[in-house]
Nanobody, 113 residues
Framework: VQLVESGGGLVNPGESLRLSCAAS????????MSWHRQAPGKERELVATIVNGGRSTNYADSVKGRFTISRDDAKNTVYLQMNSLKPEDTAVYYC???????WGQGTQVTVSS
């Protein structure tokens, strides 16, 4: 299993970013996927999940209405669209295959003016 995140960066408050996670080594379409984040000095937390097939998604209360998780099974990729970013969204963002307990290496998102 390999998961490679990309799309992080430094943005101003209120701006947007789209994270991508390219997956390989397993049958992507069969698995639920999730995004997590870890801020400095804090525990890693669940941000969003999407079931296989993409019909159902769930979000942490802190990102509801601002973040959208989606997937493209033809590209073996899961995305996290992040809008109206806040300084408290600053963290390393990771994708995960929950049932395989496999993690990517993470991508840094920094929201600062």
């Amino acid at each position: 299993v390999q998961l490679v995140e990309s799309g992080g960066g430094l943005v101003n408050p209120g701006e947007s970013l789209r994270l991508s996670c390219a997956a390989s080594g397993f049958t992507f379409s069969n698995y639920r996927m999730s995004w997590h984040r870890q801020a400095p000095g804090k525990e890693r937390e669940l941000v969003a999940t999407i079931v296989n097939g993409g019909r159902s998604t769930n979000y942490a209360d802190s990102v509801k209405g601002r973040f959208t998780i989606s997937r493209d099974d033809a590209k073996n990729t899961v995305y996290l669209q992040m809008n109206s970013l806040k300084p408290e969204d600053t963290a390393v963002y990771y994708c995960k295959v929950p049932t395989l307990n496999s993690w990517g290496q993470g991508t840094q998102v920094t929201v600062s003016s």
